[in-house]
């Protein structure tokens, strides 16, 4: 957090040094690798038997949470296209915003159930 451009990012010649440009690529590899590698780890630990007798009600509880927060992102791309993207397609301004707010909590929840043991459990 102190990295980014929030605190420390701000000056750009010390960015420049801690972040060379020509490592950003790289950074980006390793980090997508690193989650990547994380997931296919909660994969391992995934008990295939208790997902299918929890089946409908884990499809149901999967469906409810990436559909409530594209909804909310549906309804921020309908406030921000009269305001702030004038003149841009609005079914593309939908998925825009709603995409990466129904799928960027995944690994943030993949890592709160697998902290808690909670991968292996009852739904």
């Known amino acids: 957090v102190l990295l980014g451009p929030s605190a420390l990012g701000h000056n750009k010649l010390y960015l420049e040094k801690i972040f ?5 690529t790289i950074l980006d ?7 990547l590698f994380f997931l296919f780890m909660v994969g391992l630990e ?3 038997n208790e997902l299918r007798r929890t089946g409908k009600k884990s499809m149901l509880i999967a469906f409810v949470g990436i559909s409530i927060p594209f909804v909310c992102g549906i309804g921020v791309s309908t406030l921000l296209s009269d305001t702030i993207s004038k003149g841009v397609n609005f079914p593309a301004l939908m998925v825009f ?5 129904s799928i960027t909590a995944f690994p943030v929840l993949v890592r709160i159930l697998a902290e ?3 991968l292996t459990t009852d739904v």
């Open 29 to 35: 590899t390793v980090a997508t690798l690193g989650l």
């Open 97 to 101: 915003v709603g995409v990466p707010l």
């Open 46 to 48: 995934l008990d295939l």
């Open 20 to 24: 060379p440009q020509q490592s950003l």
């Open 116 to 118: 808690r043991k909670l």
